[in-house]
């Protein structure tokens, strides 16, 4: 009787470590895809502005423009990781063709507001490459845990799920070219 109840003892402290695990890593993947948003949105804010500063001097471009503009007004909308990860993508893409539509105009290139807007662009990219591969190492503990045993069954018993990682496609695709001045 003894045995039965330390065994008993035994794998009720198990569960309720490996579930505090588990909320924990979930708590974890949840901030992280936070901070992603948080840089997702400071990105999106700054497009319009980049938009009008490029426009000013390429008007005929106004097709790009336009489709830039579409995809950021889609970007802001709840999304899963995975349609956030695609709409990123193109956005990504479209923001590639505006500086690449910068270079060739010299008095854009000159410009201190286009050079700040840019400035702001890049490190914002730099804090959203950060916050992906948090994410996606904290996903990767999350999915992991859920996945072995014997943390699997108490995964399944309280119904945790794994989480998706966020990626952008390539990685060539989630870089924004450097216009060099």
Request: charged content about 25%; glycine content about 4%; aromatic content about 6%.
């Amino acid at each position: 009787m003894n045995i039965l109840l330390v065994v008993l003892v035994v794998l009720a402290v198990a569960t309720i470590i490996i579930y505090n695990q588990l909320v924990r890593l979930r708590n974890l993947a949840d901030e992280g895809w936070s901070g992603i948003d948080v840089q997702l949105k400071r990105r999106a804010d700054l497009i319009p502005n980049l938009v009008q500063t490029v426009k000013a001097y390429a008007a005929h471009e106004k097709a790009l423009f336009e489709e830039v503009t579409s995809i950021r007004n889609e970007a802001l909308k709840p999304h899963s990781v995975e349609e956030q990860g695609k709409t990123e993508a193109a956005l990504s893409k479209g923001l590639r063709k505006i500086l690449i539509v910068a270079e060739a105009y010299p008095d854009l290139k000159a410009n201190t507001n286009f050079l700040e807007l840019q400035k702001e662009l890049s490190a914002i990219e730099n804090t959203l490459q950060k916050a992906r591969r948090y994410y996606n190492g904290t996903v990767r503990e999350l999915n992991t845990k859920i996945e072995t045993i014997p943390s699997s069954l108490v995964a399944r018993m309280f119904s945790f799920s794994k989480k998706a990682f966020f990626s952008l496609g390539s990685e060539e695709e989630g870089n924004i070219p450097q216009v060099n001045l």
